[in-house]
């Protein structure tokens, strides 16, 4: 298991992350919502949103996106922690622990296993995203 800072911008997420890249060192990769199956079917302002960047050196891992909820990045919401789980047993325990209280926002849903992302939001205001660790 592990458990990563994920940063949300409101559309300055590359200048950011190359702000941290500049502090930090290591490799940065974005990857853009006109990236994804579909994603040409957006605006071009749309379509260069960064929906996910990976800052990753030695000693640092900082994953982030411009794309937030529907109320947008404000104080409180603009940082959740990525958990990224092997075992599909240990996933649905944790994921299932955070949540008593709090609210589930996507639920764990077989696809985690395939890539996709369950999210929730535990009954403390952190905000949580759920993937499953490949090997």
Sequence with gaps: MAIYPFLTFNGNCKEAMHFYQS????ELHFTYLGDTPGG?????EIRQLVLHASLVSEHVRIFASDLGGEEGVASGNSISLWI?????R???SVFQKLAKEGEVTAPLSPGVLKGQWATLTDRYAVQWI???ASG
């Design 23 to 26: 502090c930090f060192g290591g």
């Design 130 to 132: 759920f993937s499953a």
């Design 40 to 44: 040409k079917q957006f605006p071009l």
């Design 90 to 92: 240990q996933l649905k």
């Design 84 to 88: 990224s789980i092997s075992a599909p």
